[in-house]
């Protein structure tokens, strides 16, 4: 473990090491970490170190510390990614999945835009796009309803990208760029709460007669390409009780 070419910081790694395994379910609630001390000979790195790592695990929120006892892993849904977190997982594991999660429910159409989105694609209202949507789950249930609004042109040089089942050779921004030699240059996203509409909990697959009483994440990414066209417009709706978290290390 200790060994594995790595740029983070030692107390990272080991954060991140158990992170994975808590967030896949391979270390269920309950679970006892390691101790400091087994930490530190485990990983080769100081006492201080691995106590760091722990209490980076604490701070997001995915153990906790019991006095006497050792740091025990909690019970909680994963948090949803952002459309531009998920690009940049796809461009590295050729997946959009997160820790732990699947997807289904694929389904795809060409329709005719609505006027959010094409406002967003800088098309004409009702001009045709591609409306592919996705259902991620993990072991706690929905994580986010996904739908992805792609200028129907790009279909003609895709056709699986109109088509009802996972993509095959990348993400669908993956597979534009290479067929149309134009990488994504940037994004643009948004994320704000919204109160449960009748639309949203069909989509989140609730009861409509007992839905939650507090508001959701919901989260757009427009993705645009070194030639300045928008090639996808995706929004991502969080499922009831789901948050957002990203986290970055903070130079002195």
Same mark, same amino acid.
């Given at each position: 473990?200790?060994?594995?070419?790595?740029?983070?910081?030692?107390?990272?790694?080991?954060?991140?090491?158990?992170?994975?395994?808590?967030?896949?379910?391979?270390?269920?609630?309950?679970?006892?970490? *390691?101790?400091?001390?087994?930490?530190?000979?485990?990983?080769?790195?100081?006492?201080?170190?691995?106590?760091?790592?722990?209490?980076?695990?604490?701070?997001?929120?995915?153990?906790?510390?019991?006095?006497?006892?050792?740091?025990?892993?909690?019970?909680? /849904?994963? *948090?949803?990614?952002?459309?531009?977190?998920?690009?940049?997982?796809?461009?590295?594991?050729?997946?959009?999945?997160?820790?732990?999660?699947?997807?289904?429910?694929?389904?795809?159409?060409?329709?005719?835009? /609505? =006027?959010?989105?094409?406002? #967003?694609?800088?098309?004409?209202?009702?001009?045709?796009?591609?409306?592919?949507?996705?259902?991620?789950?993990?072991?706690?249930?929905?994580?986010?309803?996904?739908?992805?609004?792609?200028?129907?042109?790009?279909?003609?040089?895709?056709?699986?990208?109109?088509?009802?089942?996972?993509?095959?050779?990348?993400?669908?921004?993956?597979?534009? #760029?290479? #067929?149309?030699?134009?990488?994504?240059?940037?994004?643009?996203?948004? #994320?704000?709460?919204?109160?449960?509409?009748?639309?949203?909990?069909?989509?989140?697959?609730?009861?409509?007669?007992?839905?939650?009483?507090? /508001?959701?994440?919901?989260?757009?990414?427009?993705?645009?390409?070194?030639?300045?066209?928008?090639?996808?417009?995706?929004?991502?709706?969080?499922? /009831?009780?789901?948050?957002?978290?990203?986290?970055?290390?903070?130079? =002195?």
């Amino acid at each position: 473990m200790a060994g594995q070419a790595d740029n983070r910081a030692p107390y990272a790694r080991i954060a991140t090491h158990y992170a994975e395994l808590i967030v896949s379910g391979e270390l269920q609630p309950g679970t006892l970490l *390691p101790s400091i001390k087994n930490l530190s000979e485990q990983w080769s790195v100081s006492t201080a170190t691995a106590e760091k790592a722990l209490r980076k695990l604490r701070n997001d929120g995915l153990v906790r510390g019991i006095h006497g006892i050792g740091t025990e892993v909690l019970d909680q /849904p994963s *948090p949803m990614s952002s459309g531009s977190q998920r690009q940049d997982r796809g461009r590295r594991t050729g997946s959009s999945w997160g820790d732990g999660e699947r997807s289904d429910s694929h389904q795809a159409a060409v329709v005719p835009a /609505p =006027a959010d989105v094409a406002q #967003a694609l800088d098309i004409q209202p009702g001009a045709e796009v591609v409306r592919r949507s996705r259902v991620y789950r993990d072991r706690h249930g929905i994580v986010a309803h996904s739908t992805s609004w792609i200028p129907a042109r790009y279909a003609t040089l895709i056709p699986q990208l109109a088509t009802s089942e996972r993509l095959t050779g990348g993400t669908s921004l993956q597979l534009i #760029a290479e #067929a149309t030699g134009h990488p994504i240059s940037h994004r643009v996203d948004t #994320a704000s709460a919204s109160l449960l509409t009748a639309e949203y909990a069909q989509l989140l697959e609730l009861d409509p007669d007992n839905l939650p009483a507090e /508001p959701v994440v919901v989260m757009t990414a427009k993705f645009v390409d070194n030639n300045g066209n928008v090639v996808e417009y995706g929004v991502d709706l969080g499922g /009831p009780g789901r948050t957002w978290r990203t986290a970055s290390e903070v130079s =002195a």
